[in-house]
């Protein structure tokens, strides 16, 4: 079972993990434990402060490092071992490989950085990786950590219905997914390609192989550029680029 801890000042966010589809699902079959611990458990003042005025002036607030850093210690009592992972715009790009090596852990913290950020000591101290979920800015990282924990649940095993789902998607080797149908054959004039119907295994998994590749080639190059092609792929994409160009002119 994964064990996560999420430190985040807005614990009912991730009711949404816990609660809907197939992360509530991979929770019930004990697949994945989550625990959440907030630092304003740890708040010392009146108010229960967790935040503070910027040292230098400017606006917004800092996450303050007292109970901040009191929400992680607690989070790795629970959790022995486990390293902290701060969900942040200045981290690491998270890419797929990345999702795979930590769903393959025993356990992890998150840490969800809120406002315009935690006070750079409690990173020096008390965080072992950054990471961003791309290039834009969220109000916080709880939904980063809540992108991160959905892309990691559906691939612990047991999670997904059909065993074979996670293996055969998009990026899974590094292409981007091949176009799907379902009934009816034809609506508005649109038919279902016919190779589809054709009861022909081996056909349709060349057809799909051969989509798989030129929509990438088509829509993301870069990462045909990262990936080595077998020799039936080059031969399926070439095809791809005939057709395609064909059409165009
Ligand atoms: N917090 C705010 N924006 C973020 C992003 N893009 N990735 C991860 N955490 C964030």
Redesign the pocket.
């Known amino acids: 079972m994964l064990r996560v801890g999420v430190v985040t000042l807005f614990p009912e966010m991730f009711d949404l993990y816990s609660d809907w589809g197939i992360s509530a699902r991979a929770v019930d079959r004990k697949l994945v434990h989550l625990s959440v611990f907030n630092p304003r458990d740890h708040a010392r003042d009146t108010h229960r402060s967790v935040d503070d005025r910027p040292y230098g002036g400017g606006p917004g607030m800092v996450m303050m490092f007292e109970p901040v850093r009191a929400s992680i210690r607690e989070a790795r009592q629970a959790l022995p071992g486990a390293r902290v992972h ?4 200045q ?1 690491r790009r ?1 890419a797929q490989a990345d999702i795979q090596s930590l769903a393959r852990l025993e356990s992890l913290v998150l840490l ?2 809120r406002y315009e950020g935690l006070d750079e000591r409690l990173i020096e101290a008390e965080v072992d990786e950054e ?11 709880e ?3 809540l ?1 991160l924990l959905d892309a990691m649940t559906r691939l612990l095993p047991g999670a997904l219905g059909d065993g074979e789902s996670a293996q055969a998607e998009s990026f899974m080797d590094g292409l981007l997914d091949y176009p799907h149908y379902t009934r009816p054959e034809t609506v508005d004039g649109r038919r279902v390609p016919e190779v589809l119907l054709s009861g022909n295994h081996g056909a349709i998994r060349r057809w799909r192989l051969k989509q798989a590749l030129g929509r990438t080639w088509q829509r993301r190059p870069d990462l045909l550029e990262q990936r080595p092609l077998s020799a039936e792929e080059t031969g399926l994409l070439e095809e791809f680029i005939k057709e395609h160009t064909a059409a165009q002119s």
């Open positions: 701060l969900l942040t715009p981290g998270l969800a950085g990471w961003s979920i791309g290039d834009y800015v969220l109000s916080g990282g939904l980063a950590c992108v």
